[in-house]
Structure formats: structure tokens, C-alpha cells
């Protein structure tokens, strides 16, 4: 008895050891299943989208267009409900006007097959409208981000760098020109200023006397004759 007890004493520091590393194993398990699990699930969810949006010029007119693209990446087939732009709080959707462009009714639903993706073409002097009339006048343009919503009602948003770079550009054209006008004034309305002060102070040419010269006409004098004595 006193064998066994003094061997069980001396074996306890190992069986806490051993319990110590089964449970850091199964707790490690645990997260790998939970990480696992969060992947596939975002993998199989219907909200994985991709967006998006570059710049396109059309080379035979020249006007320039926004274009948006909205991926499905999981194997299920989605739904979605509206797709578009962000701008400081507001969303410019553009889902209508993708219905009209495919010449779908306005109660259609739109659902993305799985692997495939939707497109939209969107004017740019459009979108730039709709930005400028919620920048109140500044240049600078705030980051823009192309979103599409699911059937769930998320949103999923990326970055639109590329349209906001164009914006920007759009919009700094505009304030140069306005700049150069108002520039241009300025100068004009010095110019006029400045004549009329000369034109006030300048002196007026004198007018040309005429000078007359009195030219006297002097007489010679005449010649004494020469007295003669008569003689006695």
C-alpha cells in the first residue's frame, strides 16, 4: 500500500502535465474547427460579391463611361437587390436603371448564377451630376465605394478609386477654368480702373499759339545834303 501511494505521488506532476496538453490540443482543435467552419460558411454564403468599377472611353465618340461589374463567387446561386455607388452616406443605386437596360419589368428579380457576374454601363458626366450636387461646390472628392446589397439586405462595398480619381479630375478642370475666368475678370476690371485713373489725371496738350511776329518797317534814314556857304 505505501508502494503504491509513494508511486501515485510521484506519477501526479505527470498526469497534470499530460491533462494540461490534451486540453491545449483540444482547444486548439476547437479554434481550427471554428476558423474552418467561418471559411466554408463565407464560402457557401449568399452574400460572397465582388464589385467592380473602373473607367472606359468609347473610342469612336469619346464619351466616357463608368463600368460596374458584380461577381457572384460561391456555388450557389444570388439574388441581389440593388447595386451601385456610396458617396458620404448616400447611394447613388443604379438597379433600376440596370432593369431598363436589359429590358427587364421593374419587379423582376435579378439573381446572379453561380461563378457568373452581372455588368452595368453608367455615363460619367451621370454620375458625376449626382456626386457634385452632394459635394456642395468643393473640389475634393471623399472616397467612393461600388456596393451591392444581397436578398439578406447587406451591404457589400469596395473601394471606387479609379471613379473618384476620374471625378476628381472633372471636377479640378471645371475650378481651373472657373479660376482662369474669374482671374481674367479681375484683371479686366484693373485694366478699366486703371485707365480711367490716367485718363483723369493726364495733362491735356496745350493748344498751339500761333506766335505773330510784328515786323516793323524801319525807313532809311535820308542823307543831309551837305550845306555850301555862299561866298561874300
Do not use: C
Request: charged content about 30%; glycine content about 4%; proline content about 3%.
Amino acid at each position: 500500500m505505501y508502494f503504491f501511494t509513494s508511486n501515485l505521488d510521484s506519477a501526479v506532476p505527470y498526469l497534470l502535465i499530460g491533462v494540461a496538453v490534451i486540453s491545449v490540443i483540444i482547444l486548439g482543435l476547437l479554434v481550427y474547427i471554428a476558423i474552418l467552419q467561418f471559411i466554408v460558411s463565407g464560402y457557401f454564403s449568399s452574400k460572397k460579391f465582388a464589385i467592380k468599377s473602373k473607367h472606359k472611353v468609347e473610342p469612336l465618340t469619346g464619351n466616357e463611361k463608368f463600368e460596374l461589374m458584380v461577381f457572384n463567387n460561391n456555388v450557389n446561386e444570388a439574388r441581389v437587390l440593388s447595386f451601385g455607388f456610396l458617396y458620404r452616406s448616400n447611394s447613388v443605386d443604379f438597379f433600376d436603371t440596370y432593369l431598363s437596360d436589359a429590358n427587364l419589368k421593374k419587379d423582376a428579380k435579378v439573381v446572379i448564377m453561380s461563378r457568373d457576374f452581372i455588368k452595368l454601363e453608367i455615363e460619367a458626366k451621370h454620375l458625376q451630376q449626382l456626386i457634385e450636387s452632394h459635394n456642395n461646390g468643393r473640389v475634393r472628392v471623399e472616397p467612393i465605394y461600388a456596393y451591392v446589397t444581397d436578398i439578406s439586405g447587406h451591404i457589400i462595398k469596395y473601394p471606387a478609386r479609379e471613379v473618384r480619381r476620374i471625378i476628381y479630375r472633372h471636377f479640378k478642370a471645371i475650378d481651373d477654368v472657373k479660376k482662369a475666368q474669374e482671374k481674367a475678370e479681375r484683371q479686366e476690371k484693373s485694366r478699366i480702373k486703371r485707365e480711367a485713373f490716367m485718363a483723369k489725371f493726364k495733362r491735356q496738350p496745350k493748344a498751339e499759339k500761333q506766335i505773330v511776329k510784328e515786323v516793323k518797317l524801319v525807313e532809311p534814314k535820308k542823307e543831309e545834303t551837305p550845306k555850301v556857304e555862299k561866298a561874300e
